[in-house]
């Protein structure tokens, strides 16, 4: 697993661990380089990206129990893949920013600058 540190440059904070989230399903964004979709932006979902995801083939709203997943609904926090949140943002879709529970390996695809315009977590 790679450092936990958040991309403040903080030791990295949960996410959510109901649901409980993160590539290693321990309520961080914690990654590696077995992670390879980069599984390290904490967001705050909402309904319209949770559509927006669907429609670009990831439905993560419906339930998959025999997977432990129980469906996202609004408001809740998830670690998103940075090229899928990248992805939203392009497309006007794209959810709020927990920067304290996002992974600095996010930073790789996503400019810090770009993720601050989306914090829900600084004041």
């Known amino acids: ?7 403040l440059g903080e030791p990295l904070e949960s ?3 109901n649901p409980m989230t993160g590539f290693f ?12 979709g980069s599984h390290t932006i904490c967001v705050k979902v909402t309904k319209e990206f949770l559509e927006f995801s669907r429609f670009k083939g990831n439905d993560l709203s419906t339930p998959l129990p025999e997977f432990g997943f129980p ?9 998103l ?7 939203a943002q392009q497309h006007g879709m794209a959810p709020r920013v927990m920067l304290r529970g996002t992974h600095s390996g996010a930073l790789e695809i996503v ?5 601050k315009e989306y914090a829900a977590d600084l004041n």
């Open 111 to 115: 400019p810090l600058d770009l993720l």
């Open 15 to 17: 996410c959510s661990e």
């Open 25 to 36: 399903r321990d309520g961080c964004c914690n990654t590696s380089e077995d992670d390879v």
């Open 81 to 87: 893949c940075a090229a899928r949140w990248l992805e």
């Open 1 to 7: 697993m790679d450092r936990s540190v958040n991309v």
């Open 71 to 79: 469906g996202l609904k609004s408001g809740d926090q998830w670690c």
